[in-house]
């Protein structure tokens, strides 16, 4: 947010300008932790990220928290507490733990990994499209962050490339989950989005290309012939979105609205009859 500049009218019509007030004294930095108090958050955190692997995040937040007593000044802490705090559905408080350690160390990956990937599941949750808007543009530059120098990790891979179509920024949707399929080929929501970012930017063949490739070889992976259906619809090509249609409901049927995709096969169908009949 860009905060205006305050202008002062009192002292505009002065003949003389008041003398500047002396700088306030710089804050003391605070002491160094002692090499006891350094050894027991490092102990700590050990213990944290072993409790966090064993699915434990109650007990990882426990210990991020009383390893901060001794180290508060710790960025690495407050980007574990975080995340730790997400997975437990926490969001506020890991957004404030994630924007502790970015204060501290703001290239901090963690820190930044976290703060994306929880504005962007607000992002998904809210039905305030400016809000949501705003959001995905501020998830995608912690994501930008986390994920600089081309980091594996597909999970904010994946959300980035999420958040991109979101924002409206296809194109850069598009190289981000091409990368994402090189390393994860076949995965059917990467799959879905990737067809969604080619139809935003415009390049709706490309995305039936690989959507009729991808159904070719999972059929019943329902999600993918929605979408298959949706953009055949959009060209009129009813009966073929019809038949895609009717496959989604016959498929897994995971990760689609069944009375939806219905509604759309049916309208689809009558729209087939009657420009048969034409």
Do not use: C, W
């Not at 598009?174 to 080929?185: N, S």
């Not at 929501?189 to 070889?217: K, M, N």
């Not at 929605?226 to 090509?237: A, H, P, S, T, V």
């Amino acid at each position: 947010m860009i905060i205006p500049t305050l202008v002062f009218t009192a002292a505009l019509v002065m003949q003389t300008p008041a003398p500047a007030a002396p700088a306030p004294p710089s804050p003391a930095p605070p002491p160094p932790a002692s090499t006891e108090a350094v050894s027991q958050a490092y102990l700590l955190f050990l213990q944290g990220r072993q409790l966090d692997g064993q699915n434990n995040a109650v007990g990882a937040i426990a210990a991020y928290r009383r390893a901060l007593l001794s180290l508060p000044q710790s960025a690495e802490l407050h980007a574990e507490l975080a995340g730790a705090l997400a997975r437990t559905g926490k969001l506020n408080e890991a957004i404030a733990e994630a924007l502790e350690a970015v204060k501290i160390e703001p290239p901090n990956r963690e820190a930044n990994r976290t703060l994306g990937l929880v504005q962007a599941e607000i992002a998904d949750s809210t039905t305030d499209t400016t809000r949501a808007s705003g959001l995905a543009h501020d998830a995608i530059k912690r994501l930008e962050i986390a994920l600089v120098d081309r980091i594996v990790d597909p999970g904010a891979q994946l959300t980035l490339g999420r958040m991109y179509i979101v924002a409206g920024q296809y194109p850069k949707g598009i190289e981000v989950l091409r990368l994402f399929l090189l390393d994860q080929p076949g995965y059917p929501d990467a799959i879905v989005l990737l067809a969604e970012a080619y139809d935003g930017a415009h390049q709706t063949a490309e995305a039936i290309t690989l959507l009729e490739a991808s159904t070719t070889e999972m059929p019943r992976v329902s999600v993918m012939q929605d979408e298959l259906g949706d953009l055949y619809f959009q060209l009129k090509r009813y009966r073929d979105a019809a038949g895609a249609f009717d496959r989604a409901l016959t498929g897994d049927r995971s990760g689609i609205d069944v009375a939806l995709v219905t509604t759309k096969r049916d309208r689809a169908k009558a729209l087939a009859g009657r420009v048969q009949s034409s």
